[in-house]
């Protein structure tokens, strides 16, 4: 299903919004693969910030009074950027975040791994519309390619908060110090930033 408004609720004091952390309350009927898909939360995306937390309440009839809670989880904020945001699990997942400022210029973005852990997934997202061609988009960690970890960024309907995305299926591991790359080749033009997200699994 998609993102209910009538189910969000704000926790406590919102005053220190984007300087720590705010707690908000949704009841859905939802699946938790569903709330922490990419996006989901798109609708209230000027309300929320990295960080902020969502207590989640799972209901067989958001509007049934006396609700059944059929179960919770919690949620945090990991990632936003124009036109896209990503809501992750708070008990086995982290995110990292890059940016490569010029897609459409042969290029690379590394960033010094600070967890331990398992990339379960990738997203490229777009800062603007490339033309001419497309970019490809690879991953490796210590130099060593990503399996099925690369990503056609494709110039047809491109756009601020186009999305793209794999799955990476082996040599996908992390430890603490390795270096994370993004690479693209620069095929396209029009200087627009991609905006690379990794969920990982702890």
Do not use: C, W
């Amino acid at each position: 299903m998609a993102f209910n408004i009538q189910g969000l609720g704000k926790i406590g004091n919102q005053s220190r919004r984007g300087k720590s952390a705010q707690f908000y309350s949704y009841r859905t009927t939802d699946t938790l693969a569903t709330i922490t898909a990419n996006n989901y939360f798109l609708p209230v995306a000027d309300q929320l910030e990295v960080g902020d937390v969502i207590e989640i309440q799972h209901v067989a009839d958001i509007n049934a009074l006396p609700a059944s809670i059929t179960g919770s989880n919690k949620v945090v904020i990991g990632a936003k950027i124009p036109g896209f945001i990503l809501a992750v699990s708070t008990d086995d997942v982290v995110v990292l975040t890059t940016k490569i400022d010029d897609v459409s210029t042969a290029s690379f973005s590394e960033i010094t791994v600070n967890v331990a852990g398992t990339i379960s997934g990738i997203t490229a997202v777009l800062g603007g519309a490339i033309a001419t061609a497309n970019d490809a988009i690879t991953f490796t960690i210590g130099g060593v390619a990503v399996t099925n970890g690369n990503i056609t960024v494709t110039q047809a309907g491109s756009g601020p908060g186009s999305v793209f995305t794999s799955t990476p299926t082996a040599a996908n591991v992390l430890a603490v110090g390795n270096a994370l790359r993004a690479a693209t080749n620069g095929a396209s033009d029009n200087t627009v930033p991609l905006y690379v997200i990794y969920k990982v699994t702890l």
